[in-house]
């Protein structure tokens, strides 16, 4: 079930709007087409509108119509229906392609418009907003796995374009078609792991793990704290982490179940160094401030991370999308802070992001 | 200058519907929160609809709400307002948000959503459907060249996280972020160039003409029949096409500005033959049934096509959206026909398309 709300627009020259003759035979003229849809004007719902007109019509099924003329030059018409689980719609988009079409005709409109309809009340979600608030509608056709875990509701949705895409309190993680994602992370090309101590924090998922793995690294520590990430990862998301989380342990890598911070803070006692340490912890936040108990866990993990990396080693990071503008420029921010350290920025496309992420390689400043 | 469109939605108990004091408080409530916005229900304007209800608000610019009670259990709220150029809105994504999350506790609702507003009348278009008919809102933010060809409507918009997008006719064709495009269609690491000779028809955005010209092919012909796209590309697109266009004749490569069928059957009647033909005409169109004028043009491309191959030569070409099922159904029928030849398909993510494109190559079939 779901209500669905379909949204058209057209361009109209302003004269309309100065004539009134015009003007009425116009709104006969749409009566007219939506009549054919079985939407019909009622009493006291139509009315002219600060220069322009607003009309409301109704079906036998009550499904609405709301058509609005807009003295600046543009009628819009929304369309909507409520469809019950396992009918089909009324107006699917056959259906308003060709209203649109008649009355773009009609009105003589040099430019029309209608969007896919929105759909709200649906089973699942399908609209995820890239950082920067645009709307995106994935085809995601299943639920493959829900539950909440002690810190965050874990989702695998299936995708018909993506694969499985983890979905952690609402927010899409990563999906079967990201591998770009861990290769942008390990700087891949340009990094050389051979023989290499690594640490992962958090990394949940296993698509950095499985592609470390292919590094001939001396070893790989993963700190995750989620128990509920790794099963469903393990099951659901083979398309990026293949085996690598059937064993937790295996001959050069371990898969930690634990808390992130308290290890790198276990490490520096036992003054425990990595050549490689890649942060994949939560995404950083956009606060409009960079206060408060999110940017706070932030710095900590920068600070953290940087001492137990050894001579010469690097931090790897992901931030944001670059779009998330004010975010980047506050985690640049903190990076610009660290004494002695220096940074440089990379960005990539991930497919089920639909937008550019920022990555990060820090380290430690040479002295010439 | 737009009308913008907030959708919002609540899920309630069915219950609700069934108990006229809950209802009545519950109705209350929405109009207590909706008045802080300036937005007032009127007389003649809320009424019981199918079990359900319909409220309309306007405030003092004449913004309209619509507040419709599904007795399914859910609540949906439509809020239109209309922003002149220059102005701001009065319901920014903030004001939405925060009313959400009022209603969302006054209505004691479980899930609540409110999606990024659709924009009706900017001026220029920023969403672009998906081939199955998703929504996607791209970030462009200026159109950098507009012009109308003998044979379509050539655009070329900028987008933050794209670069500059070819748009022919309203259809998104490639992005400067696309590289991708030109290296499946060429099938990169598969497909030896060297020393060959290589025809591409069409191709006017310079992509592949400029990933060929790195594989130390003997000769590059590329045939593309609109000039005005050549020349945008040669300026906009040069994320892409880098040199590529700056010059017609170079040493190993020539850009002539003709129709790829004429093109064709002079090669044929020539008795003139290429390694490689690599076909990046019209997209395969979507049409229900594999009838009529575009299906017959794609027909004749391949027939062509697979004429004027070399020995051992190869036709590489793109197709559709892997989610357009029955166009890709379709055209594989087509490749199907083709008398003596086998064919074999991969699928990429381009980055701009927010889709998996599928490309083909079609080569004779090996007698043992």
């Keep these: ?88 719609p009324k107006f699917p988009p056959q259906v308003i392609q060709d209203l649109e079409r008649k009355l773009k005709q009609s009105l003589k409109s040099p430019h029309s418009k209608s969007e896919p309809a929105i759909k709200r009340g649906q089973e699942f979600e399908v609209y995820y907003p890239t950082m920067d608030g645009r709307i995106i509608e994935y085809d995601i056709d299943e639920i493959v796995f829900e539950e909440n875990s002690k810190y965050q509701n874990v989702r695998i949705a299936h995708s018909k374009t993506f694969g499985n895409m983890l979905i952690l309190d609402g927010d899409p993680n990563l999906a079967e078609s990201d591998v770009i994602y861990s290769h942008s992370m390990m700087r891949q090309g340009s990094s050389n792991f051979s023989d290499k101590d690594v640490l992962i924090l958090g990394g949940g998922d296993g698509g950095l793990l499985n592609e470390l793995r292919k ?67 939560t995404v950083v936040p956009i606060t409009p401030e960079p206060v408060g108990d999110e940017w706070d866990f932030l710095r900590l993990v920068l600070d953290l991370s940087t001492k137990v990396l050894a001579k010469d080693g690097k931090l790897l990071t992901h931030a944001n999308a670059l779009l998330a503008t004010r975010a980047i420029s506050m985690f640049e921010g903190e990076l610009d802070k660290l004494q002695g350290f220096q940074w440089n920025r990379k960005e990539a496309h991930v497919p089920s992001f639909h937008e550019l992420w920022t990555f990060y390689e820090i380290e430690e400043i040479k002295q010439s």
């Design 1 to 88: 079930m779901a209500a669905r709300t379909s949204l058209l627009y057209f361009e109209v020259p302003f004269s309309l709007f100065n004539n009134s003759v015009e003007l009425k035979a116009t709104q006969q003229d749409i009566s007219h087409l939506l009549a054919s849809l079985d939407l019909k004007l009622s009493h006291e719902q139509q009315f002219a509108l600060n220069g322009g007109f607003f009309i409301q019509y109704f079906d036998t099924s009550s499904n609405h119509a709301i058509v609005r003329g807009h003295p600046e030059g543009i009628i819009t018409l929304d369309l909507h229906e409520y469809v019950a689980k396992g009918s089909t």
């Design 215 to 281: 590094e001939g690294c001396r070893s790989i520590t993963m700190v995750d704290i989620d128990a509920v990430v790794l099963k469903a990862a393990q099951k659901y998301l083979r398309g990026i982490c293949t085996d690598s989380l059937d064993e937790y342990k295996k001959e050069n890598y371990e898969v930690i179940v634990g808390d992130a911070i308290a290890f790198l803070k276990k490490a520096i006692a036992d003054n425990q160094h990595y050549d490689f340490v890649l942060s994949d912890l």
